[in-house]
């Protein structure tokens, strides 16, 4: 796969409060970093505490400079492959939104 880029200033922001912790944030975080490492994207990851949506951990919020921000829920770590091949396409996974 050749190298991808995505729009300089994309952050992906992981939900890691207790609730998000125990429904596999930790586990999507490092798929989130493994994935991007193995398709050699350039993307920021980061960490937020919880926000209050408990119910739809893990979570995942993707900020683009071009677009509003799209809060993921239910981003397990086999979902990661899927939320950056959208990612990539511009596309939103629109059952997966929450905010």
């Not at 350039?42 to 919880?50: L, R």
């Amino acid at each position: 796969m050749g190298h991808q880029r995505y729009d300089v200033g994309t952050t992906l922001v992981v939900g890691m409060g207790t609730c998000g912790i125990a429904a596999g944030a930790r586990e999507t975080l490092l798929a989130l970093n493994d994935e991007l490492a193995r398709r050699e994207i350039t993307a920021n990851v980061t960490i937020d505490g919880c926000i209050g949506k408990c119910p739809f951990e893990p979570l995942v919020t993707i900020h683009r400079p071009d677009a509003a921000p799209v809060m993921y829920g239910h981003v397990t770590a086999d979902r990661v492959p899927e939320l950056l091949d959208s990612l990539a396409q511009g596309q939103v996974i629109q059952e997966w939104v929450v905010a």
